[in-house]
């Protein structure tokens, strides 16, 4: 049989065809490079730049994101698993890749070294642990490894009032290259500094401790996004910039700070537009019932793709440029909306579902902000059946 035409290829490629068709994720990069370009021009000169791009770059699409952030300048790239690092090795990327995670085994010590990545230790013991993996591959040189200290987050890292012995302990372990010391602010997003001040008080501590025993940490970074919007005095030699990145601030009284372009949209195509009359249920467990006669469209997207259901009858989409609402219950694959005001719409015709159309936005912080969540986890949200598309390569109309 030709393989063009096997069950296998043909499965695929309709599968291809229609995801493309329903609904995407587009990706601006020029928004990206932009964004790249305002977290540089906040930076002293000689200040690094760590682009996190775990969670598939918060759901942008980690290999292109990453490729376009390495080529606008970024210096490192932050993923949170072993896994995310290998794929954008095999992707080809070969910017240094720091691990943020914690490991612990020999199977992800063998990865990490035959991936080219570089842990984060946050004990001893683990420092113990991973050197006696490395011994065991008999390299050539010692894998470099990162040291977090826990200012205040209470998560990974060795207690900040041990840093210099920290630093001692596992310098003087074999097969082991210290890359930096590093710690995560807790607060940076909040008005009040309190708790960000303190951990810049403790990091600096920690930094006086170590450096008084003889120790000199190559480098040094704390800032994450707010931390880099809040105060240079997070800055060190390297700063680890995530959402703004994406075109999103972490905080409404940092938004002054900086000029962000929103990287992502979410899009989907009309399967129907059909009229319904006064009294109608819509949607499951008819939350919605129509007031009036009206045309709704049924849209092909749903809580399975991203869209929390907890949206429903809360959230609007944009169509030729208009609001729209959506009316009743969210469903895994298609919502529905009231289009009574958008005239002769058509099947395949393109909504946004976040994002801007014209002058009109909307914004990941909308939907967080109606459900009582935080942007990060709504731009994680979206799933991969969802293709990513770059802005310049919008799928057509079919």
Same mark, same amino acid.
């Given at each position: 049989?030709?393989?063009?035409? #096997?069950?296998?290829?043909?499965?695929?490629?309709?599968?291809?065809?229609?995801?493309?068709?329903?609904?995407?994720?587009?990706?601006?990069?020029?928004?990206?490079?932009? =964004?790249?370009?305002?977290?540089?021009?906040?930076?002293?000169? !000689?200040?690094?730049?760590?682009?996190?791009?775990?969670?598939?770059?918060?759901?942008?699409? +980690?290999?292109?994101?990453?490729?376009?952030?390495?080529?606008?300048?970024?210096?490192?790239?932050?993923?949170?698993?072993? /896994?995310?690092?290998?794929?954008?090795?095999?992707?080809?990327?070969?910017?240094?890749?720091?691990?943020?995670?914690?490991?612990?085994?020999?199977?992800?010590?063998?990865?990490?070294?035959?991936?080219?990545?570089?842990?984060?230790?946050?004990?001893?013991? $683990?420092?113990?642990?991973? %050197?006696?993996?490395?011994?065991?591959?008999?390299?050539?040189?010692?894998?470099?490894?990162?040291?977090?200290?826990?200012?205040?987050?209470?998560?990974?890292?060795?207690?900040?009032? $041990?840093?210099?012995?920290?630093?001692?302990?596992? %310098?003087?372990?074999?097969?082991?290259?210290?890359?930096?010391?590093?710690?995560?602010?807790?607060?940076?997003?909040?008005?009040?500094?309190?708790?960000?001040?303190?951990?810049?008080?403790?990091?600096?501590?920690?930094?006086?401790?170590?450096? =008084?025993?003889?120790?000199?940490? /190559?480098?040094?970074?704390?800032?994450?996004? +707010?931390?880099?919007?809040?105060?240079?005095?997070?800055?060190?030699?390297?700063?680890?910039?995530?959402?703004?990145?994406?075109?999103?601030?972490?905080?409404?009284?940092?938004? #002054?700070?900086?000029?962000?372009?929103?990287?992502?949209?979410? &899009?989907?195509?009309?399967?129907?537009?059909?009229?319904?009359?006064?009294?109608?249920?819509? #949607?499951?467990?008819?939350?919605?019932?129509?007031?009036?006669?009206?045309?709704?469209?049924?849209?092909?997207?749903?809580?399975?793709?991203?869209?929390?259901?907890?949206?429903?009858?809360?959230?609007?989409?944009?169509?030729?440029?208009?609001?729209?609402?959506?009316?009743?219950?969210?469903?895994?694959?298609?919502?529905?909306?009231?289009?009574?005001?958008? /005239?002769?719409?058509?099947?395949?015709?393109?909504?946004?579902?976040?994002?801007?159309?014209? #002058?009109?936005?909307? %914004? +990941?912080? !909308?939907?967080?902000?109606?459900?009582?969540?935080?942007?990060?986890?709504?731009?994680?949200?979206?799933?991969?059946?969802?293709?990513?598309?770059?802005? !310049?390569?919008?799928? &057509?109309?079919?």
């Amino acid at each position: 049989m030709d393989d063009r035409f #096997s069950s296998e290829t043909v499965i695929k490629s309709i599968d291809l065809e229609w995801e493309q068709q329903r609904a995407w994720v587009e990706i601006d990069r020029a928004a990206l490079v932009h =964004n790249v370009r305002q977290v540089r021009s906040l930076l002293k000169p !000689d200040t690094q730049m760590m682009a996190v791009v775990k969670a598939d770059a918060y759901g942008h699409g +980690a290999i292109d994101v990453a490729r376009t952030l390495v080529a606008a300048g970024v210096d490192w790239l932050a993923v949170a698993t072993v /896994p995310e690092g290998i794929e954008l090795r095999a992707a080809g990327i070969v910017a240094p890749i720091l691990l943020l995670g914690a490991i612990h085994t020999d199977i992800q010590v063998r990865a990490i070294v035959q991936w080219n990545l570089q842990p984060t230790i946050c004990t001893i013991p $683990q420092a113990i642990t991973i %050197s006696k993996s490395v011994a065991a591959l008999n390299l050539d040189k010692p894998l470099n490894i990162h040291l977090k200290l826990d200012t205040g987050m209470s998560r990974l890292g060795a207690n900040w009032q $041990q840093a210099e012995t920290f630093y001692r302990e596992v %310098s003087s372990l074999p097969y082991l290259k210290i890359g930096s010391l590093y710690s995560h602010l807790a607060t940076a997003d909040a008005i009040d500094r309190t708790v960000m001040d303190m951990q810049l008080d403790r990091f600096a501590r920690s930094i006086a401790a170590i450096e =008084n025993a003889g120790y000199a940490p /190559p480098l040094l970074h704390l800032a994450n996004s +707010a931390g880099i919007l809040t105060t240079d005095r997070s800055h060190y030699q390297l700063v680890r910039p995530g959402l703004i990145l994406y075109g999103l601030c972490p905080a409404p009284h940092l938004q #002054s700070k900086i000029d962000l372009q929103p990287v992502l949209s979410v &899009k989907a195509r009309v399967s129907q537009v059909k009229e319904i009359t006064a009294g109608t249920g819509v #949607s499951y467990g008819y939350r919605f019932i129509a007031d009036r006669d009206m045309q709704i469209a049924v849209i092909e997207i749903g809580y399975a793709d991203g869209v929390p259901r907890r949206l429903s009858n809360r959230m609007q989409a944009i169509v030729r440029g208009q609001l729209v609402p959506q009316i009743g219950t969210i469903t895994m694959d298609r919502l529905m909306l009231d289009v009574s005001q958008i /005239p002769d719409l058509q099947v395949d015709e393109i909504v946004t579902i976040l994002g801007r159309d014209g #002058s009109v936005y909307i %914004s +990941a912080d !909308d939907w967080a902000n109606e459900v009582e969540t935080i942007s990060w986890e709504i731009l994680c949200g979206f799933k991969p059946r969802l293709p990513r598309a770059n802005k !310049d390569e919008e799928p &057509k109309n079919a």
